[in-house]
């Protein structure tokens, strides 16, 4: 019992360790225990970034009809 | 199996990993330092210097690898510092023999010094979580085991501390084991996923019956007076206090017979030779400072019966069993202030984290840890009266823990700073323009 709790103890630092310096703007598909309750999820890709199966995502078009909104708007 | 198993995890991973981060040696110190994994495995590994090679590990690391680093100047860096420099001072004038004193200074330093690099490197909210986390990992190592033990054999023999780590004493285990339960508490409110939560309320419960079943009393005063903190600072006084009382009450009447006995001597420690005892090397102590106020009698002095012989004959030397007498004795009372400060810039460190986070939802950590930190430090200076923990690196290390929080929410608001200037400013423009006060609407904050 005693080197189940030690096991335990050494795997947990060993994910501590990969938990601490592990980027979290970044997806991950494994199971971090430590996340904290605010801990972003991870933030939908930028339009016109890479995505990680190398497809890219469009950029925004700037619309004609987006202007005259905007000016509407801010008036 | 062990051996191998830790030297394998040591070499192949851990090591690896803080040369090209150096935070995760930062980690691997502080879990070395404070459970001392390596004497639990009973093999080669016991031999081999693992403080030494994290240490170096971590010295290249911060060199080779860009990782952020930046070292703080506060009350608490600065009282740290002074604090070495006054321990090394005082050595130079102890009265017990020189070796002793070197080994004991040479621990000390050492353990304050890592302390200043831990502050450098805790640079961002998730280091300081995994920072508690170790903490809590380290010694609630100890709090399982000890509680399954005590619940397994009916409380009916005592949990002792790891060898040869300062908690070894049952006293010093379980005055640890109460300043960690707010620790877990606080990873319990910051955790995400629910079995997390859950998990941590076992540990908390199983903590608990481990520092009653190491049958120490001042640890079940130092319990008193968190649970007394705890409820004086809840919002729900009634519910709070029902529940205090239900899983102390709880927990008591499952201890034997001869706990009782031993916790009732608390009200007649004038029989008790333990107790007795206790107060007379804090006479001795006490004694030696007022001979020597600037430099006290240094380390170990109140363990040398030929010293505490000359300075209060008639008691027999042995270990001070109080935070606060200890530091007096060995040092004198300049370095006992200094001392004492670090405790009391780690206080107000709390109060002001407290009070800057308390309505901002963003910062809610740092409410959360500060407020559970509020009552570690409790449960050390209350238990601690009756404890020599003073060195304990694991409190100093909370210390350094809180100062780097706030650090974070100075950041954090100083952050926030311009962004309020921006839209009061635009806020005021968009009125000299328009002309129009009320045609808009206010903006946050």
Known sequence: MDSLYFALCIVAIFWLGLWSIRDPKRPSRMWWPFDMKDDAEAPPEAPGSTSKRGRRIPPLRKTREAAPRARKRLA | ?445
């Not at chain 2, 990782?67 to 604090?83: D, G, S, V």
């Not at chain 2, 409380?155 to 640890?176: F, S």
């Open chain 2, 1 to 445: 199996m062990r051996d191998l198993t830790f030297i394998a995890a040591m070499i192949c991973g851990l090591l690896p990993m803080t040369a090209a981060r150096p935070f995760v040696g930062v980690l691997l110190w502080c879990w070395v330092s404070f459970m001392n994994p390596h004497e639990l495995t009973w093999g080669m590994s016991m031999n081999l210097p693992w403080a030494y090679m994290i240490f170096f590990t971590t010295l290249f690391g911060c060199v080779v690898a860009r990782e952020p680093k930046r070292f703080p100047l506060n009350a608490t860096t600065i009282l740290i510092m002074l604090f070495i420099v006054l321990i090394s001072l005082t050595s130079l004038a102890a009265l017990a023999p020189p070796d002793m004193v070197e080994s004991k200074w040479s621990f000390v330093a050492k353990s304050f010094l890592a302390q200043l690099l831990v502050g450098a490197l805790l640079t961002e909210r998730r280091r300081i979580h995994a920072l508690i986390w170790v903490m809590v990992i380290s010694l609630g190592y100890f709090g399982i085991r000890g509680g399954v033990f005590t619940l397994m054999n009916g409380g009916n023999y005592r949990v002792l501390g790891p060898p040869m780590t300062m908690i070894n004493d049952n006293n010093h285990l379980a005055a640890a084991l109460l300043v960690c339960m707010p620790l877990m508490n606080y990873l319990r409110l910051q955790s995400r996923h629910r079995i997390i939560r859950i998990g941590l309320i076992g540990a908390m419960v199983l903590t608990l019956f481990s520092a009653l079943g190491s049958y120490s009393r001042g640890a079940l005063i130092g319990l008193a007076a968190m649970s007394l903190f705890l409820w004086w600072n809840s919002p729900h006084k009634i519910v709070s206090a029902a529940v205090a009382v239900v899983a102390l009450a709880g927990a008591i009447s499952f201890m034997p017979a001869s706990w009782t006995a031993r916790m009732s001597t608390i009200n007649s420690y004038q029989k008790d030779d333990s107790a007795e005892g206790r107060l007379n090397i804090w006479h001795a102590s006490w004694k030696i400072a007022l001979a020597r106020p600037l430099t006290g009698g240094g380390f170990m002095a109140p363990y040398r019966q030929s010293i505490v012989d000359e300075y209060d004959p008639g008691t027999t030397a042995r270990a001070v069993h109080s935070i606060y007498f200890e530091v007096i004795g060995e040092h004198g009372f300049p370095t006992f202030f200094v001392w004492l400060g670090i405790t009391f810039a780690g206080i107000v460190n709390t109060w002001r984290i407290i009070r800057a986070t308390r309505k901002v939802p963003e910062l809610r950590w740092c409410y959360d840890f500060a407020k559970m930190a509020q009552v570690s430090i409790i449960a050390y200076l209350v238990a601690g009266a009756f404890l020599s923990l003073c060195y304990w690196d694991f409190y100093f290390t909370l210390l350094i823990g809180i100062m780097a929080t706030w650090e974070r929410v100075k950041d954090a608001l100083r952050a926030a700073e311009p962004a309020r200037a921006t839209t009061l400013a635009a806020r005021r423009l968009r009125l000299t323009t328009t002309g129009a006060a009320g045609a808009l609407p206010a903006p946050p904050g």
